[in-house]
């Protein structure tokens, strides 16, 4: 069956650095999507894209965060200069659609950010 | 702004059981709902996807409910199992996806 993969698994950085997490979508979705959770807190929406483009993000996804297709199957998000507040499981999730048409989201196992 | 609200927190049963997770949201301008299974540690797996036009939606014991008037949906399980625990996790779709804190489930063989 088929999954969203996502690499790596663990990141341990320091503050300041910038990081980039890999994800591999499912192969025929065209709509992606990044959430992140902060342990013990509620999943959150990070950002959604289609078409090259954003189109939704979320209060969070200020401008050290950063979404790029760059090639046919990889989604990445970057993330500037880190902080320690940025520690956090991060999800990939991919659709085949999106916006009422009930599709539904297939999440990766996540990468889990440490910021020290 | 959506609030999404799980109850209850956790919840612990023996096995066989059926049960109802409960799920509501304060705006009912929703396209879907979704329900997902999160392991420790673990990724999300969908479980069940209503559609805003749908009453429910069943896959094997799970049966979700969806009331958008009233912006509630609960999730039944029925003949619970001990492979069933995990933390259940309640998410509206209008745009961006909220989802709510999670019930955290265990059964007890």
């Known amino acids: 069956e088929p999954e969203v993969t996502q690499t790596p698994s663990h990141q341990v950085t320091q503050m300041g650095q910038e990081v980039i997490l890999r994800c591999v979508p499912i192969s025929n979705h065209l709509y992606f999507y990044w959430y992140r959770q902060i342990l013990g807190q509620k999943v959150e929406f990070l950002v959604s894209?289609?078409?090259?483009?954003?189109?939704?993000k979320s209060e969070i996804f200020d401008d050290q965060f950063s979404v790029e297709r760059p090639d046919g199957s990889n989604f990445t998000l970057k993330i500037r200069s880190t902080k320690l507040e940025d520690s956090a499981m991060y999800f990939c999730?991919?659709?085949?659609?999106?916006?009422?048409?009930?599709?539904?989201?297939?999440f990766g196992p996540g990468t889990r950010l440490l910021v020290l | 702004k959506q609030e999404v609200t799980q109850i209850p927190a956790a919840l612990s049963v023996p096995e066989g059981e059926n049960l109802v997770l409960n799920c509501s949201f304060t705006?009912?301008?929703?396209?879907?709902l979704q329900w997902f299974r999160q392991d420790p540690g673990k990724g999300l797996t969908s479980l069940l996807l209503i559609q805003s036009s749908q009453r429910e939606q069943t896959s094997g014991r799970l049966n979700a409910s969806l009331d958008k008037s009233s912006g509630r949906s609960t999730l039944y399980i029925a003949a619970s199992q001990p492979g069933d625990s995990a933390t259940y996790l309640c998410?509206?779709?209008?745009?961006?996806?909220?989802f709510g804190a999670g019930t955290r489930l265990t059964v007890k063989p």
């Open positions: 705006d009912s301008a929703i396209y879907n």
């Open positions: 894209f289609y078409n090259n483009e954003i189109s939704e």
């Open positions: 998410a509206v779709y209008m745009g961006d996806m909220r």
């Open positions: 999730a991919s659709s085949a659609l999106q916006r009422g048409l009930g599709e539904t989201q297939y």
